[in-house]
């Protein structure tokens, strides 16, 4: 686990394990839509209506929108 997953978090905070940054496959170029996936696996790895807090990590950017499906 890469010390960049950790940073901000609150000790009560846990990492779902095969979803830090380091896991997930690079995203890049100008996109309207865009499946986020973990070693080509888009599933978040939590269970419905688990609450979640999405955190993202970006180079040269901007994030303008996001949508959880």
């Known amino acids: 686990m890469a010390i960049t997953d950790w940073v901000?978090?609150?000790k009560t905070e846990?990492?779902?394990s095969g979803r830090?940054?380091?896991d997930c496959d690079p995203i890049?170029?100008?996109?309207?839509s865009h499946t986020v996936t973990w070693h080509g696996d888009s599933d978040l790895g939590v269970p419905?209506?688990?609450p979640?807090?999405?955190r993202f990590t970006l180079r040269y950017?901007?994030?303008y929108a996001f949508e959880v499906v």
């Open 28 to 32: 890049s170029g100008d996109r309207l």
């Open 52 to 54: 979640v807090r999405l």
């Open 8 to 10: 901000g978090k609150k």
């Open 20 to 22: 830090t940054f380091n």
């Open 48 to 50: 419905d209506g688990v």
């Open 14 to 16: 846990q990492v779902v």
């Open 61 to 63: 950017a901007r994030l």
